[in-house]
T-cell receptor, first 111, second 116 residues
Framework: QKEVEQDPGPLSVPEGAIVSLNCTYS??????FMWYRQYSRKGPELLMY????GNKEDGRFTAQVDKSSKYISLFIRDSQPSDSATYLC???????????FGGGTRLMVKP | EAGVAQSPRYKIIEKRQSVAFWCNPI?????LYWYQQILGQGPKLLIQ????????DSQLPKDRFSAERLKGVDSTLKIQPAKLEDSAVYLC??????????????FGQGTRLTVV
């Protein structure tokens, strides 16, 4: 079993839709949770960073963490074609900075 | 602020050949990482440096992979000899300091390696 599981997709939605991306993890030692966006042939870029359970909002993006269920989500409101990319969840333990990534979900937003 | 620089962008080699990748992190960033990203998968950490010292290389295939960061700034990752399964994108990332709880890791664009 992988430490971090993520549905690979692809997920195809119409422009303006609400998108829900999810990851589950097995190790309760993970304390910091991140979402990265990766465009084709580019490196990942950080979108959201959360530490505690609950919601964190940044513009059209909301990150949700449920530590009791070992489940994290990223919601994208009013999705745009420019949101088409692969979304990677990542997490790390309290000490050090090593990131453990999920496999990524490919999102396609159609005009 | 300049980002993480990597070269070359693309490399095609035959199996059993050797190859080297170069990374220049963001100025002032003490921590440097090399990740391997196989097509369709998330990045996997190969090695983490803090200045010029190795913090974690537990997932580095040391029989064929080596990495160094001699002066605590730029870094090279070498594969010798390459295997077909080494075909992947090699990502370099850097962050201010591993001890800081909220430091962000910035990624370069990666080097896409194809072994034929």
């Amino acid at each position: 079993q992988k430490e971090v599981e993520q549905d690979p997709g692809p997920l195809s939605v119409p422009e303006g839709a609400i998108v829900s991306l999810n990851c589950t993890y097995s190790n309760s030692a993970f304390q910091y949770f991140m979402w990265y966006r990766q465009y084709s042939r580019k490196g990942p870029e950080l979108l959201m960073y959360t530490y505690s359970s609950g919601n964190k909002e940044d513009g059209r993006f909301t990150a949700q963490v449920d530590k009791s269920s070992k489940y994290i989500s990223l919601f994208i409101r009013d999705s745009q074609p420019s949101d088409s990319a692969t979304y990677l969840c990542a997490m790390r333990y309290n000490a050090g900075n090593m990131l453990t990534f999920g496999g990524g979900t490919r999102l396609m937003v159609k005009p | 602020e300049a980002g993480v620089a990597q070269s070359p962008r693309y490399k095609i080699i035959e199996k059993r050949q050797s190859v080297a990748f170069w990374c220049n992190p963001i100025s002032g960033h003490a921590t440097l990482y090399w990740y391997q990203q196989i097509l369709g998968q998330g990045p996997k950490l190969l090695i983490q440096f803090q200045n010029n010292g190795v913090v974690d290389d537990s997932q580095l295939p040391k029989d064929r992979f080596s990495a160094e960061r001699l002066k605590g700034v730029d870094s090279t990752l070498k594969i010798q000899p390459a295997k077909l399964e080494d075909s992947a994108v090699y990502l370099c990332a850097s962050s201010l300091d591993r001890a800081w709880r909220n430091t962000e890791a910035f990624f370069g664009q990666g080097t896409r390696l194809t072994v034929v």
